[in-house]
């Protein structure tokens, strides 16, 4: 055996404390950030075959089904997004008489805020890229009046990021009655946008937009819409046809699933507190929220949070199997977070009288990138046995940073709100977060099952206590001190600038890790090791400040940003995008 390999397996291991192997949770990891899970987006294919995935694993360990009328599912209302309603329609009639019938979800798909219930008839254009400033002019003055304009999506090579609903705006001041994007906004991307606002049009009234996909269009018209891509500057033409185009989106409303499973305590007294480990097996699917790429790829989530998930589930096989535990220890895997921690609020409004049960709640949220042996546990504060009980805990190897405030943006903070003690495990940010770059090869799998164990021995001490742990009523519940009603994160944030920050403990200012890919942030020039001093003129002490700021402003505004490089300051002026 190699001496790091020994090393590594040595470190997994908590000497005389709870071990989670390696192989209790890499696989997990593995399976729900593979392409077959699409993401696992709330309310959406891939989410479901998650969520019954782990189902699955909880009852082949012998875990108690703890939802609904006996199931392992606890559902709860959502409503997030847009689907197509039943009143959608798209055909074009060419000059020599030829018809053509567009199928929705497989040849075009109507753009949010499209006009709902409005029909729009009229000659065809095709527009270049849709674009109209002094840099890149696709219209020229043109008319477009009773027409609908045919744009390519995405922009030109070297030409700045332009969202469909600027396209739209545009066409619009031209005349047009309608628009059509068509192809792919990048070379990677789908064919056809997803239905979320960030990839919609803006409120114009009696206004109708959607997109094609090439392929139809060239059917249909005979116009190469991937060969006009490849010019310079694809040159406007009339398509030789008429279109008739209908559409109707309505909210896309369902029932969300927790996951929820338990192991009964088998004192006569202490059965009846609960000990709560969680995480949430959400992630953004093709980055129809939160994206920090504005990518239309699969967003796999392998860290955030396939790995908490894996946590949990590895740390239920250890103690399936190693029995005894003299409270109920439950175990719960949350839908919604990635849109305002909606599952585990369900859950925690759902059942208050658990809630008075619950002697604590350890969640797990992106453990899967250990660097150096640093592990951030936040919620230090909300019960004065932390103290003691992470004192117990054997971490061979680990640099653990306890925080005393609990942080308001996983789920942990739900049950914190509600005077349970809580701990949150994180390895920290990266410039994956939020984007199709987060995939299983990243991830450090013998630090994710050597958190993995930490956490289970926080269990066990947890449970080998005389009685209920204590709620602090002082403690931090929110982002820092002085918060006792912090806020879930605002999962309608509007703009994107794709700062990467580093989330541990900082004396001036925001420290960057990095900035994502294709972002304006990207664009700036920002880079890991810049420290952001001062934002749209509001000066920053901390990662909220800068949170507050970026809240001030809208998509396509353009802010001074100041910073720190080198131990030289530098001003630079960023234009701020519509988040996807």
């Given amino acids: 055996m190699a001496l790091n390999t020994l090393f590594a397996l040595l470190a997994v291991a908590s000497s005389g404390g709870a071990t989670i ?56 209302p959502v409503t997030f997004g847009f689907k197509p309603g039943a009143d ?41 890229y849709g674009l109209n400033d002094e840099a890149y002019d696709d219209y020229r003055g043109a ?6 304009a045919v744009v390519l999506r995405g922009s030109p090579a070297g030409y700045r990021a332009v969202s469909n609903a600027e396209k739209a705006a545009i066409a619009r001041a031209a005349g047009a009655s309608g628009l059509l994007v068509v192809g792919k906004a990048r070379p990677n991307d789908p064919e056809l946008p997803q239905y979320t606002r960030g990839q919609g049009i803006g409120q114009l009234e009696g206004f109708v937009a959607a997109a094609v996909t090439s392929a139809w269009l060239k059917q249909a018209t005979g116009f190469d819409a991937d060969a006009a891509r490849t010019a310079a500057h694809p040159e406007p033409r009339d398509l030789n046809a008429t279109v008739s185009l209908r559409t109707q989106l309505e909210p896309n409303t369902g029932m969300g699933r927790n996951v929820i499973g338990y192991l009964p305590g088998n004192d006569p007294v202490l059965k009846n507190e609960l000990i709560i480990v969680g995480a949430h097996y959400d992630h953004l699917g093709y980055g129809e929220v939160g994206s920090t790429s504005g ?27 190693k029995g005894g535990n003299r409270r109920t220890i439950v175990f719960q895997l949350y839908q919604g977070e990635e849109l305002g921690l909606l599952g585990s609020q369900a859950w925690a409004k759902a059942f208050p009288e658990k809630l008075q049960r619950t002697s604590a709640m350890i969640n797990l949220d992106m453990i899967g990138r250990l660097r150096d042996g640093r592990l951030e546990v936040y919620g230090t504060s ?29 789920d942990h903070y739900s049950f914190a709100a509600r005077n349970v003690p809580v701990l949150f495990f994180f390895t920290g940010m ?13 991830i450090n799998t013998q630090g994710l099952a050597q958190v993995a164990s930490i956490a289970a021995n926080v269990v066990q001490e947890i449970d ?17 001190a002085g918060d006792r009603q912090g806020s879930p994160r605002d999962s309608a944030r509007r703009v994107r600038i794709g700062f990467i920050p580093d ?78």
């Fill in 382 to 410: 909300t019960s004065p046995a932390w103290q003691e009980i992470l004192k117990k805990v054997p971490m061979p190897g680990i640099k653990p940073q306890y925080a005393p405030q609990t942080r308001a943006d996983s």
């Fill in 503 to 580: 989330m541990t403990g900082q004396t001036e200012g925001v420290v960057l890790m990095g900035a994502s890919p294709g972002s304006p942030a990207e664009r700036a020039g920002f880079k890991a090791g810049d420290v952001i001093l001062e934002f749209a003129g509001k000066k920053l002490s901390s990662l909220e400040d800068l949170q507050e700021a970026m809240m001030a402003v809208k998509p396509g505004d353009k802010v001074k940003v100041r910073f720190r490089r080198d131990g030289k300051e530098q001003e630079v002026e960023i234009q701020t995008e519509q988040r996807g």
């Fill in 143 to 148: 008319d477009l009046t009773g027409k609908v």
């Fill in 21 to 76: 192997a390696v192989e209790d949770v890499a696989p997990h990891d593995k399976e729900l950030s593979s392409a077959k899970y699409e993401g696992r987006l709330t309310l959406s294919r891939g989410g479901t075959l998650a969520g019954d995935y782990i189902a699955a694993q909880l009852k082949a360990m012998g875990v108690k089904p703890g939802g609904d009328d006996g199931t392992y599912f606890h559902h709860f």
């Fill in 430 to 442: 990266h410039p994956q977060y939020h984007n199709e770059g987060d995939v299983f090869e990243l």
């Fill in 295 to 321: 990518s239309s790829l699969i967003h796999y989530g392998a860290d955030d949070n396939a790995s908490g998930t894996a946590g949990v589930l590895g740390i239920a096989k250890y103690f399936a199997t």
């Fill in 464 to 480: 080998a206590r005389p009685t209920k742990l204590p709620f602090d009523p002082q403690s931090i519940v929110g982002n820092r």
């Fill in 88 to 128: 959608n329609s798209l055909q074009l009639t060419t000059t020599d008489g030829r018809t053509a019938e567009a199928k929705i979800d497989r040849d075009f798909r109507p753009l949010v805020n499209s006009a709902s219930g409005t029909t729009v008839k009229g000659p065809l254009v095709f527009m270049g």
